[in-house]
T-cell receptor, first 113, second 111 residues
Framework: DGGITQSPKYLFRKEGQNVTLSCEQNLNHDAMYWYRQDPGQGLRLIYY???????QKGDIAEGYSVSREKKESFPLTVTSAQKNPTAFYLC????????????FGQGTRLTVV | DAKTTQPPSMDCAEGRAANLPCNHS???????VYWYRQIHSQGPQYIIH???NNETNEMASLIITEDRKSSTLILPHATLRDTAVYYCIYAGGTSYGKLTFGQGTILTVHP
């Protein structure tokens, strides 16, 4: 089935460790996005990528890093520099510029202890 | 950043129409209005989008004012499963690629 897959669904890490969240899509979409969602809050954009080997910072990029080496994959690394990493992380992709209808994964819930 | 204004919460009786408003006064001429919804602990789901004409699909209708500064999402016969957070965003044009979500509206459908 075509879709966007995030893994794992739940992730636990010790404070001070870097952690990488996976996002893969087989929809042949050009653009991919990472969002963070805190309890009771809306989605905040971390990074987005419109084409392979290119990405831009969103509104809350500090403490995060991404790569876009393949069209299908857009992994997010939460570094030790991120002060409050515990959150729900959502990945999305969209098809092309005039119609930015986005498809979302089911999210990864990261808990740092 | 693309900004929209939505009421934080709304209630609706099951079987009645739910009308969710959104203000997007800074929208530019080539930007589309999009609506998504998010059911608890899941990824948001696309509902509908439009540029300036009213749109309808199997899920909802979208009414955009003539000046395009506001829109209304209509769920014609709300069910309990429509209880969710509804997000209105606009994108495309100069904001291409940067989908910015606000706080959304929590819609609660009551029996």
């Amino acid at each position: 089935d075509g879709g966007i897959t995030q893994s794992p669904k739940y992730l636990f890490r010790k404070e001070g460790q870097n952690v990488t969240l996976s996002c893969e899509q087989n929809l042949n979409h050009d653009a991919m996005y990472w969002y963070r969602q805190d309890p009771g809050q809306g989605l905040r954009l971390i990074y987005y990528s419109q084409i392979v080997n290119d990405f831009q910072k969103g509104d809350i990029a500090e403490g995060y890093s991404v790569s876009r080496e393949k069209k299908e994959s857009f992994p997010l690394t939460v570094t030790s520099a991120q002060k409050n990493p515990t959150a729900f992380y959502l990945c999305a992709s969209s098809i092309h510029r005039e119609r930015t209808e986005a498809f979302f994964g089911q999210g990864t819930r990261l808990t740092v202890v | 950043d693309a900004k929209t204004t939505q009421p934080p919460s709304m209630d609706c009786a099951e079987g009645r129409a739910a009308n969710l408003p959104c203000n997007h006064s800074t929208i530019s001429g080539n930007e589309y209005v999009y609506w998504y919804r998010q059911i608890h602990s899941q990824g948001p789901q696309y509902i509908i989008h439009g540029l300036k004409n009213n749109e309808t699909n199997e899920m909802a209708s979208l009414i955009i004012t003539e000046d395009r500064k506001s829109s209304t999402l209509i769920l014609p016969h709300a069910t309990l499963r429509d209880t969710a957070v509804y997000y209105c965003i606009y994108a495309g044009g100069t904001s291409y690629g940067k989908l910015t979500f606000g706080q959304g509206t929590i819609l609660t459908v009551h029996p």
